[in-house]
Nanobody, 121 residues
């Protein structure tokens, strides 16, 4: 299986910055894509940003120009640099791994436990 360890969450002021990290480990064969999803109180879980192994990125409209996702394939680690934070960014952020493991032939999704991001005004 794949284990995802998230770090970097916490409390920030509006206009501030945080950097989230997610390190994948285990029986990884290949990465298709990794990404960040979030769920705010009273809202549905939404995609924040994704990145393929080759570096193709996708962002939610609400974070474009403020957040930057990157991946270190050698370290199996994805990052989310969050700048110009807004109170609306407050949510639990979940790391996602989409890829193959040594033990399973197909592509599967794995999820981290989530890390809390709170932005005060």
């Amino acid at each position: 299986q794949v284990q995802l360890v998230e770090s970097g969450g916490g409390l920030a002021q509006a206009g501030g910055s945080l950097r989230l990290s997610c390190a994948a480990s285990g029986s990884i064969s290949s990465i298709n894509a990794m990404g960040w999803y979030r769920q705010a109180p009273g809202k549905q879980r939404e995609m924040v940003a994704t990145i393929t192994r080759g570096g193709i990125t996708s962002y939610a409209d609400s974070v474009k120009g403020r957040f930057t996702i990157s991946i270190d394939n050698a370290k199996n680690t994805v990052y989310l640099q969050m700048n110009s934070l807004k109170p609306e960014d407050t949510a639990v952020y979940y790391c996602n791994f989409n890829g193959r493991t040594i033990n399973y032939r197909g592509i599967r999704d794995y999820w981290g436990q989530g890390t809390q991001v709170t932005v005060s005004s």
